[in-house]
């Protein structure tokens, strides 16, 4: 099958800590046709750009570089300076916390050769200890999941997507601090660009470790989710009901009781994060979505 020219773009901020395993993960890769490695740095603080730049040499049969963002802002500055910065037909998109298994970026691409969104499989399993990976329902196992009520979304640890219609929609919007994958996802749809399941696609995902850590991820993706409702509002997004309001801090106080038991500390911290998030981006954006 032919397979179209390919750009993947790993975004990084202060990720010295993991990206050598993610970039292992990716030289070990093979590919039908030509492809290239962007690193993306926006506006590391430690030792992120020096280990890229140390993967040089392992890169030498592939279109290798490492780039900084001019002006530093949300990951989809990074993205968009990845996409702009490359020249593949499709673009696929990697963390730099996370691994691609073997075969990734040959299945990625076969389903890329006439899909213009596409998504593989998200494994919760290999990176993350067990009190972790339970303290929320996995994404993207086999299918490419509906969020927020709303339209079906890949999840952007394991997107690619063809450029034109990248380029057509003018990439990711930049003032989203997170959940830019929704919102690319569903703006694609509004020109008609549906996103394809890939089986066997898979990349490990890496979960955020500490109750700290995974409360302001979490937080951060509902305040997310209220800039989403405040644009997709007028293409029909519905504000969260009564019952899933209720239902959310139920879950807060189910959690709390259970915090005790083994992984605990992340259920609570997950489901807290995201009613806070909810809660203090209504407040902020002056928009319902509790």
Same mark, same amino acid.
């Given at each position: ?52 730049? *140390? ?19 949300? #990951? *989809? *500055?990074?993205?968009? =300076? ?51 990976? =339970?303290?929320?329902?996995?994404? #993207? ?37 997170? #959940?830019?994958?929704?919102? /690319? ?8 660009? #549906? ?8 990349? =490990? ?50 959690? /709390? ?11 609570? *911290? ?14 902020? =954006? ?5």
């Amino acid at each position: 099958m032919s397979v179209p020219t390919l750009s993947v773009i790993v975004t990084c901020r202060n990720s010295a800590r993991t990206l050598e395993e993610t970039l292992e993960s990716i030289v070990s890769q093979t590919y039908a046709g030509w492809w290239e490695v962007v690193v993306v740095d926006n506006a590391s603080t430690d030792t992120t750009v020096e280990v890229a730049e *140390a993967f040089s040499a392992r890169f030498a049969e592939v279109s290798y570089r490492v780039l900084r963002v001019p002006n530093p802002g949300h #990951q *989809a *500055a990074g993205l968009n =300076h990845g996409i702009a910065s490359t020249t593949g037909e499709a673009l696929v998109f990697v963390d730099s916390d996370d691994l691609v298994a073997e075969g990734y970026l040959q299945r990625m691409g076969e389903v890329l050769a006439t899909a213009g969104l596409a998504g593989g499989e998200l494994d919760v399993v290999r990176l993350n200890p067990v009190d972790v990976r =339970h303290r929320r329902e996995p994404l #993207q196992v086999n299918r490419i999941d509906t969020l927020c009520g709303f339209r079906p979304a890949v999840v952007g640890a394991t997107m690619g997507a063809r450029r034109e219609p990248l380029e057509r929609i003018g990439g990711f919007d930049e003032a989203l601090p997170t #959940q830019h994958d929704l919102d /690319l996802s569903w703006r694609l749809a509004g020109i008609g660009v #549906q996103p394809v399941f890939v089986p066997g696609a898979v990349v =490990h995902y890496r979960y955020r470790l500490g109750p700290r850590e995974i409360f302001e991820q979490e937080r951060g993706y509902g305040v997310g989710e209220v800039l989403l409702y405040r644009k997709f509002r007028p293409l029909g997004m519905r504000r969260r009901g009564p019952r899933a309001v209720v239902g959310s801090w139920v879950g807060v106080l189910r959690a /709390l009781t259970g915090v005790l038991l083994p992984g605990g500390p992340s259920r609570l *911290a997950t489901r807290l994060g995201m009613a806070v998030g909810h809660v203090e981006g209504s407040r902020r =954006h002056r928009t319902l979505y509790l």
